[in-house]
């Protein structure tokens, strides 16, 4: 297929002979532009969507351009026509179009875009089921729609001469086939305000579906605290690359950051704090609720973090009851790790864990709660795992599945637990002794997917104590066979973490995630058939000129071909042909 760029705005031709040119002249002149501006443009490549997709076959005699008159129909589920809605959403502000959104029983793309929620559509066999086995997540994760035979994620995309039809069993299917999409037009449809463009696509088909059920980022707002606003758009950055949970690290020594009623202390005195000596700030519980709903809308699930029994110094600082020597210690500013825990020999926090989760759970839709657990240096041995299975055992209680660092591992296993993976070595026999006795594992490689390490030794913010991290250091591994003897079949999915000690922006937050999560996203989502980091390198260069249209911060990372933004004709930018006179 070519990918000939398309011709750029030519030059007015102005007679010199004469000075003034005349008004005919000029009117071809401006028709001929608006002609070039016009003509087909060269769609992109079919392949060319980060994460890689299952199957492409272009037909390249099937290309096709959104007409201005197009119309979104969506079969009438209101799940789907709430995709439909989204995809008008994304495509109004750039084009310009009114496209309006309808509903029909056997929806149609009749020269516009049609979604086809087709519960018969069998897409899993070649997703997760094939890699996880149906079992595996359908007791824990059925409540959420993984049903295997059906394929809950998965989405054909089809680009012909009438239109485009997107197909799937669910509407996070949908959604998908909608990001896929939203790829494969030109760069210029993340312009907020319209552009004088052919909305051209690839022609041809595509079926997708991911290798992981879990597939996530975590943003830590207890180091630094973001608002609501910087939530929602890290959430936008996760949805593009099919990521479909954010884990929230909610609490930790320098800041508590989720009101919680019966305990009012935590966020008033808790969380005041950040590092570095800022404000700190806390969500309300209309807050993180409407993070959670903003992320449903998505289809991404929050997953929240409160960390026990260590990185608890906020907590003890609002109520010193919970503190070893019931002595309110200093608020802490600092980065160090692993000084502050729960007094885990007083019946008096086990009642504070079992109102924190209870709160937190009951504004949680999603089946997780995370709970913490890591570098807990000062509760050791049989305190440690004691204290893990009591708390394990609250979060059951809920109705939840626990989460926790896998320093969870040598505590006694509980149905459907999982432990997140974050060594820097891929040996842990006390997480494989773990998995053997039944934990599946989220991995998140220290030294692959920490988004907080730098990319090299001159970025500006991030740790280094994991390594450098480039991105083809966050593109070359595999989830699947990361951890020694731990076999794919329990391996949950992947997730990058940002932890924030250095983060203070959401500037700072895109530049340590772009592009890094889009590699991270990949390696959840695509089978590894796909794998290659020169195809990769090539697709993720495509997402520059979309970042930077759309207004979002990211690292210019030397190894990627970075492709220019286009120099968007906006209505009012359009070359001028100033010296018209009648
Ligand atoms: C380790 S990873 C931590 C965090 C720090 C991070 C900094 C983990 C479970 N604990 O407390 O923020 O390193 O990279």
């Known amino acids: ?97 009114p496209l309006p959104v309808t509903d029909a029983t056997t929806p149609e793309p009749a020269g516009g875009i049609a979604l086809v929620l087709d519960d018969s559509a069998d897409l899993g066999a070649e997703g997760y089921s094939a890699d996880l086995g149906a079992e595996g997540y359908s007791a824990d994760l059925g409540a959420e729609g993984y049903s295997a035979d059906l394929g809950a994620e998965g989405y054909h995309v089809d680009i012909a001469t009438d239109g485009v039809r997107i197909t799937a069993a669910t509407a996070a299917g949908l959604f998908y086939g909608v990001q896929t ?17 052919r909305w051209a696509l690839p ?33 936008d950055h996760l949805a593009r690359y099919k990521l479909n949970h954010l884990h929230l690290h909610l609490t930790d020594d320098q800041g508590w950051r989720i009101a919680v009623d019966s305990w009012p202390k935590l966020t008033t005195v808790g969380g005041t704090t950040e590092v570095g000596g800022g404000p700190g700030g806390h969500y309300t519980k209309a807050d993180y609720q409407r993070i959670v709903s903003y992320a449903a809308a998505r289809h991404i699930t929050v997953v929240p973090e409160i960390d026990l029994p260590g990185h608890t110094n906020s907590a003890l600082v609002a109520y010193p009851e919970l503190a070893p020597d019931k002595i309110a210690p200093p608020p ?79 505590a006694a296993h509980l149905d459907g637990r999982v432990l997140q993976w974050w060594g820097t070595n891929g040996e842990d026999p006390t997480t494989v002794d773990a998995v053997r006795r039944g934990a599946r594992l989220i991995v998140s490689p220290g030294n692959h997917a920490y988004l907080d390490m730098k990319y090299a030794p001159d970025t500006p913010i991030g740790h280094d104590w994991a390594g450098l991290i480039d991105v083809r250091k966050a593109y070359d591994w595999d989830p699947g066979t990361h951890v020694a003897d731990v076999p794919a079949e329990a391996v949950l999915g992947v997730e990058a973490p940002l932890w924030t000690e250095s983060v203070t922006s959401l500037a700072d937050i895109e530049l340590l995630l772009l592009p890094r999560l889009p590699a991270i996203a990949e390696l959840g989502w695509s089978t590894r058939a796909t794998h290659n980091w ?46 018209a006179t009648p």
């Open 181 to 197: 999409l939203r790829q494969l037009l030109p760069a210029a449809i993340e312009s907020p305000s319209p552009v004088t463009e």
């Open 332 to 410: 802490y500013t600092g980065i160090e790790v692993g000084f502050s825990y729960v007094d885990p020999a007083d019946e008096r926090t086990y009642d504070f864990v079992a109102d924190v989760l209870g709160e937190v759970a009951a504004l949680t839709p999603g089946p997780w709660l995370h709970i913490g657990g890591d570098e807990a240096f000062k509760v050791n041995g049989e305190v440690y795992t004691g204290f893990v299975e009591r708390v394990q055992r609250i979060v059951a209680d809920l109705g939840k599945t626990v989460v926790g660092w896998h320093q969870l591992a040598p």
């Open 203 to 235: 022609g041809g088909a595509i079926t997708d579906a991911p290798r992981f059920p879990y597939r996530g980022a975590m943003l830590d707002v207890a180091r630094h605290f973001f608002a609501v606003e910087d939530v929602l758009r890290v959430v």
């Open 534 to 579: 020169a195809d990769f390198r090539d697709r993720l260069a495509g997402q520059g000129p979309r970042w930077t249209t759309a207004g979002i911060t990211f690292h210019r990372a030397p190894e990627i071909p970075w492709r220019t933004a286009p120099t968007i004709p906006t209505q009012r930018n359009l070359p001028q042909t100033h010296t």
């Open 1 to 97: 297929m070519s990918t000939t760029p398309s011709p750029g705005p030519t030059a007015v031709p102005v007679p010199l002979s004469t000075g003034e040119p005349d008004a005919a002249t000029l009117a071809r002149a401006a028709e001929e532009t608006a002609g070039t501006l016009l003509a087909p443009a060269a769609p992109h490549r079919l392949a060319d969507v980060v994460p890689a997709p299952q199957q492409v076959q272009p037909d390249p005699t099937a290309d096709w351009a959104l007409p201005a008159e197009a119309v979104i129909v969506s079969s009438a589920d209101p799940a789907a026509l709430a995709v439909a809605e989204q995809l008008a959403q994304l495509l109004r502000p750039a084009t310009g179009y």
